[in-house]
């Protein structure tokens, strides 16, 4: 079960749950679910009103997630990520920093979420 510590100015301090890797759930609905205020307005992606910041913790490589076609659009018009910059994400294989907190799946990793 991986560690999500949520980060924001809005909370009195950091916040850290544990959740269920495989459980089809996002970011988004975690945060839900502890009553965590990230801002959301559609919930489906096409807003882009959920950006967080994800970053791994600990010392394993981050498992690198594809953005969805829908976090692409979102992420370039926010002007979170370079629409330059998306081909060499996926090329490489990288993980980007800025993701959507409605779109992101949990994975089975440590990691911190900027809000």
Known sequence: MPNVTFISPKLKKDVTVY??????GTLLQL???H???IDFE??????????VQVMP???KPPLATHLTEKEK??????????KSDLADLEVK???????????YML??????VKF
């Not at 659009?73 to 370079?82: F, N, Q, S, W």
């Not at 990288?94 to 907190?101: D, N, S, T």
């Not at 994975?107 to 911190?112: F, K, V």
């Open 19 to 24: 959740a269920v890797t495989g459980s089809r």
């Open 31 to 33: 945060a839900k679910d």
């Open 35 to 37: 009553k965590l205020p």
């Open 42 to 51: 559609c919930q489906e992606g096409n807003c882009g009103s959920c950006a």
């Open 57 to 59: 913790l600990g010392h």
């Open 73 to 82: 659009v979102a992420l370039v018009l926010a002007g979170k990520i370079k």
């Open 93 to 103: 294989d990288v993980a980007p920093v800025w993701r959507l907190a409605c779109q």
């Open 107 to 112: 994975l089975d990793e440590d990691i911190a």
